[in-house]
């Protein structure tokens, strides 16, 4: 019979170390572009509930801000992993790339065939950097 580690001994080992202070993963990072300055944003989503756009510092987000963008980052994970790469139009305005833990996609506000995720993203997006970065067009 092997030497096993007790059951508790481990359960308080993966508590230590979850308590260590150690900071929280991000959730999503969002490059959005445009043609005009302010359009121009990079915005990071944390999962400790905080945002930050263009390397600023970080920001909670309010209200149900941080399920949202769980939420959103579940949606995204299979066309990350796959890379969706959708094309730019000739009249879109805003390009936007989006890099999670399980890869990236990149796609325009008038790309044909978005996922529902994508256009989610989008608003989600737009709320954030107007609202809680105070960044507007």
Do not use: W
Not at 73 to 101: C, F, G, M, N
């Amino acid at each position: 019979m092997r030497n096993a580690v007790p059951a508790g001994a481990l359960a308080l080992l993966a508590l230590a170390l979850a308590g260590c202070g150690a900071e929280s993963a991000d959730l999503f990072e969002v490059q959005r572009t445009g043609a005009d300055p302010n359009a121009n944003v990079d915005l990071v989503v944390n999962n400790g509930g905080t945002v930050s756009c263009n390397r600023g510092k970080a920001v909670a987000l309010p209200g149900t801000g941080l399920l949202d963008a769980r939420e959103l980052a579940r949606k995204l994970e299979q066309q990350a992993a796959l890379s969706i790469e959708l094309p730019r139009e000739p009249d879109s305005i805003l390009h936007y790339v989006v890099r999670t833990s399980n890869g990236r996609v990149a796609f325009s506000e008038t790309s044909p065939n978005r996922p529902k995720a994508f256009d989610e993203l989008v608003a989600f997006s737009k709320d954030v950097i107007e609202n809680v970065c105070k960044i507007n067009r």
